[in-house]
């Protein structure tokens, strides 16, 4: 193997601007301004375009002369040529050209040629416009498509050239000896390479050659992004207002009317720069631009959803075409993941370079430097798998092809592979068409479809949250929830702060939207089920899992339960628009890297049948699922925990022990005991969670375990992954600054909370000042460790701890909940209760309010007041009363929310006096779950002296 370093490449030579045939005077290039750039998505520049623009120096921008419309058209006339595949063996002038640029001469000298030629049958060439893309419209006009863009002045000749009298005598695809109509329409079957060193797989030069199993589905395809209507055009040259517009994904062509008698425009894809939404309200008018090599386009349309349409059937042609120029040229590929030599079947080396999602493929390295592609792939029309471990071979799935190769060794191979399924899953990532929309616009759009004007879940109007694998609303509340069960079923977004809204997910959103979400998740529902905007936490919480997770209410696929069957239906159904159904079978357990029959993971099938739509919801539907597409059933086949003990699961890389160790892909399984990591289907390791003494995040998305043996290196896929695996390790490994429900709790009391006030019950009643005085900082700091590290096995130690320390210790917890034990939304109306006058309405409402809490919250209060209460009671000699004790608490317990010192200071004292009442009213407050009155509760104040009094010093 030969890998490439990058440092001691050459620099790269960028396509050699090739002097254009026509001179400086030519009329082709006075009409060029120098500025064409591709779009944003695909960075490297266009090398046919570089070519163009250092061909123009010079070039009198403003000439409008009859030579000029000439020179148009000669432009438009060289369209197809753009598309020309190599020659199987091209001829290479390895001295002063590239291969590239040797290909615009000849692009640009055919230039005069073709144009005149142009009744004459098509070229070879001409079949490839059709070839790569969607089925070409019933009757083709090649004469049309060729005038190029008529300036007004030269209507008539349009008009002459009328569609219906085409007087091209024969359509590109029939003219083609490589390409009869039904090649288009039946699928091409995958070649399996034998022993051959044939060179076919390489004259298909485009991933995006469709192939289409039934002609309705071959019109649905091409017909997905194709779009025509009524348009209101401005501040163009093109002559009227209102103007009928025609795109098929080739070309964009503006006629007078309907009945396109007068042709007066033709934008071919490949002049196109970008089409952005300009204005979204009827105020101002739906308007879109589309900002082309000469000149930009302002269009005016109807509705929104019109708008959208064209923007998104637009971009999504401009990238194709900028996509295809790179598979002709090989892009830029400097720099890369991996190069260097694979053997193919025949015995001939082939070298190989990965750089993101693109695999190129040359005969030699020096190609390689020369840029002389043999193959651009892009990998996410590709798949990987190994054909020979023993003899390190390996197959790289093409859409139209397998390729056997064969590595040096083993090692060579698997590395390959891991380079490739890497490249994949980037693809699969970058798959994001459309660039992103303004984040507070994107409510609106969103809004189109009524439904998602009210939460999926509890009704509440206005949503702001996003659920994007299940293209539903949410309000806040509801997503607070969604977001405490798996990513698995619910992947949250906000709706106004998330930037990645791209047209695409909004159509998704548009299209699914939560009417059509419920008929499935809703399906079985009563009314004795639902939850309206204003039932508590537990009720909600109830309802998200019972809907989402357990899916109570579902209309499940009748394949549920056959995985096979699943998968197929998936496999056909991206193949159409039928955008709930793949919704359905997902949700149903189809497996998203499930791959066909045909050889095709189902978001592949659905690249290959131009569906963006199906695309977006299978990718919202696959990115946790990490890039395990080696042996797709095998997790199948581990033997995971139970559901119930899974705190959190998904796949990390991990790095070994040694700091030269690769990272690996392994599956990880937290429960409350251990993580443990899986290979394949057997378990490679566990650590047990009490032996974890700290978990960080590292860099971006680096996690760093460590135990007192050594530490874990892993890397999820992106900085949310890895602080959500930190955080639920955390809260296992660690009690203070941990949400109270994550608590490990003795009858429903944090074990802190419980050992403390024991102690403290125990020793500390007679002790002045028990709670104002404050405990020693470092012996503090022990206990706060101790608990992390255990905090059920904590015994203290009264010869070492005095009760002050132990008291500071217990505040210190309470002060350091993520949120006050009254939880955020309860604590403002339990302070607004003092200001109630009559008592037993005052009563009525704490009651109520502390009766909502959680339970763990309530119970743990209710503990805590009836301590306080304890302690109170000995107010004579350790002069803590019930006053006292509020002033002491009421910075612990309450969140007070204002900065401002003035208004902090009213709201303390408002605070106060409610936990003052509190205290004070305790008998009355508490009263629920007083038939379960938690044993602990209940046990003698003897108990502690019972206890062997040592402090079990564990990783102090
Ligand atoms: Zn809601």
Redesign the pocket.
């Known amino acids: 193997m030969t890998d490439i370093k990058p440092k001691l490449r050459p620099a790269r030579r960028p396509p050699e601007p090739q002097p254009a045939v026509a001179d400086s005077s030519s009329p082709y290039s006075n009409v060029r301004p120098p500025n064409r750039k591709p779009p944003p998505p695909v960075p490297p520049p266009r090398p046919d375009l570089l070519h163009r623009t250092s061909s123009e120096h010079g070039a009198d921008v403003t000439s409008s002369t009859p030579k000029e419309k000439v020179g148009h058209m000669n432009r438009q006339s060289s369209f197809p040529e753009v598309y020309r595949p190599k020659p199987p063996t091209p001829t290479r002038n390895r001295d002063s050209l590239s291969e590239e640029s040797a290909y615009q001469s000849i692009r640009d000298s055919s230039i005069h040629q073709s144009f005149y030629q142009l009744d004459d049958s098509s070229t070879d060439s001409d079949y490839h416009i059709y070839a790569h893309g969607p089925i070409p419209e019933q009757n083709p006009t090649p004469a049309k498509q060729r005038p190029g863009r008529l300036p007004p002045e030269l209507p008539k000749s349009v008009e002459n050239r009328s569609p219906r009298t085409p007087t091209s005598p024969a359509s590109y695809v029939q003219s083609s000896p490589r390409a009869p109509p039904n090649s288009l329409i039946e699928p091409p079957p995958i070649a399996v390479e034998e022993d051959d060193e044939t060179e076919d797989w390489i004259t298909v030069q485009h991933s995006f050659q469709p192939f289409i199993s039934k002609p309705e589905d071959a019109k649905k395809a091409a017909s997905s992004m194709a779009r025509e209507g009524y348009l209101t055009v401005s501040k163009s040259r093109i002559p009227s207002e209102k103007i009928w517009v025609k795109y098929d994904s080739k070309t964009l062509k503006c006629y007078d009317n309907e009945e396109k008698n007068k042709l007066l425009d033709i934008v071919p894809v490949s002049e196109m720069k970008s089409a952005e939404i300009k204005s979204d309200n009827a105020k101002s008018g739906f308007k879109f631009v589309l900002d082309t090599f000469p000149e930009q386009y302002n269009f005016k349309t109807g509705t929104f959803e019109d708008v959208q349409l064209w923007v998104m059937a637009l971009t999504s042609g401009i990238i194709k075409e900028t996509r295809r120029v790179e598979e002709l040229t090989g892009g830029n590929m400097e720099n890369p993941t991996k190069a260097g030599y694979l053997k193919r079947s025949g015995g001939k080396k082939l070298f190989m370079v990965i750089k993101d999602q693109y695999i190129c493929c040359y005969h030699n390295q020096q190609d390689y430097l020369d840029n002389k592609v043999l193959r651009r792939i892009d990998s996410k029309t590709s798949s990987v798998r190994i054909q020979d471990r023993a003899k390190y071979k390996l197959i790289l799935s093409l859409c139209d092809k397998e390729l056997k190769l064969q590595a040096e060794n083993e090692e060579d191979m698997l590395a390959w592979i891991s380079t490739i399924q890497g490249a994949i899953k980037i693809a699969l990532q970058n798959l994001d068409d459309g660039g992103s929309l303004p984040a507070m616009e994107v409510k609106k759009y969103i809004y189109h479809n009524s439904s998602n004007r009210i939460?999926?879940?509890?009704?509440?109007r206005d949503?702001e949250w996003a659920v994007i694998n299940l293209g539903i609303t949410?309000?806040?509340?509801?997503?607070g929830f969604h977001r405490k069960i798996s990513t698995d079923f619910s992947k949250v977004k906000s709706i106004t702060l998330d930037s990645k809204w791209t047209p695409a997910r909004i159509k998704l959103f548009q299209e699914i939207g939560n009417k059509n979400s419920n008929k499935f998740f809703q399906y079985a529902i009563t009314q004795y089920d639902k939850?309206n905007?204003n039932v508590n936490d537990v009720q909600?919480l109830e309802f998200i899992k019972s809907k989402y997770v357990k899916k109570e209410f579902y209309q499940f696929s009748k394949f549920k339960g056959d995985a096979k069957g699943l998968g197929e239906a998936l496999c056909e159904v991206v193949k159409t628009d039928n955008i709930l159904e793949t919704l359905n079978l997902l949700l149903s357990g189809a497996d998203v890297k499930y791959v066909s029959t045909e050889g095709f993971s189902p978001i592949q099938s659905a690249i290959l049948h131009d569906q963006p739509l199906q695309v977006e919801l299978l990718q919202a539907h696959y990115d946790d699922l990490g890039g395990e597409m080696l042996n797709p059933g095998k997790l199948s086949s581990v033997k995971l925990p139970p559901s119930s003990e899974i705190i959190k699961q998904g796949y990390l890389d991990k790095k070994g022990p040694q700091t030269y160790d690769r990272f690996l892909k392994r599956y990880f399984v937290l429960t409350p005991k251990e993580l443990i990591y899986h290979k394949d289907a057997s378990v490679a390791g566990r650590i047990s969670v009490s032996s974890i003494t700290d978990v960080s995040v590292q860099g971006n998305c680096e996690i760093v375990i460590s135990t007192q043996q050594r530490s874990y290196t892993c890397r999820a896929s992106n900085a949310e992954e890895a602080r959500e695996w930190v955080e639920a390790i955390t809260w296992k490994i660690k009690v203070f600054e941990v949400p109270i429900e994550h608590q490990d709790t003795a009858d429903g009391i944090p074990y802190v909370v419980d050992t403390c006030i024991r102690f403290i019950a125990e020793y500390g009643l007679q002790e002045e000042g028990i709670y104002r005085k404050s405990g020693r900082n470092n012996m503090v700091e022990q206990l706060r460790k101790a608990f992390n590290a255990d905090a059920a096995n904590v015994v203290i130690d009264p010869e070492v701890y005095s009760v002050h320390d132990v008291a500071s210790t217990l505040k210190k917890y309470f002060r350091t909940l993520p949120e006050s034990i009254f939880t955020q939304r309860r604590s403002d109306s339990i302070i607004c209760t003092y200001s109630i006058n009559s008592k037993s309405e005052k009563i009525e409402a704490l009651k109520g309010f502390l009766d909502d809490l959680p339970e763990v919250n309530y119970r743990t209060c209710r503990y805590l007041i009836k301590h306080l209460v304890s302690v109170s009671e000995h107010y004579r000699i350790n002069l803590m009363s019930v006053d006292n004790l509020a002033l002491v608490f009421t910075p612990t317990l309450f969140r007070l929310q204002h900065s401002n010192e003035e208004m902090a200071i009213g709201e303390v004292d408002i605070a106060l006096g409610s936990l003052h009442d509190i205290i004070a009213e305790h008998e009355v407050l508490f009263r629920k779950f007083d038939d379960t009155l938690s044993s602990k509760e209940m046990l003698p104040r003897k108990f502690f002296s019972e206890l062997s009094l040592k402090v079990k010093q564990r990783t102090l």
């Open positions: 939460c999926a879940d509890c009704l509440s949503p949410i309000c806040e509340k509801c997503a939850i905007p909600r």
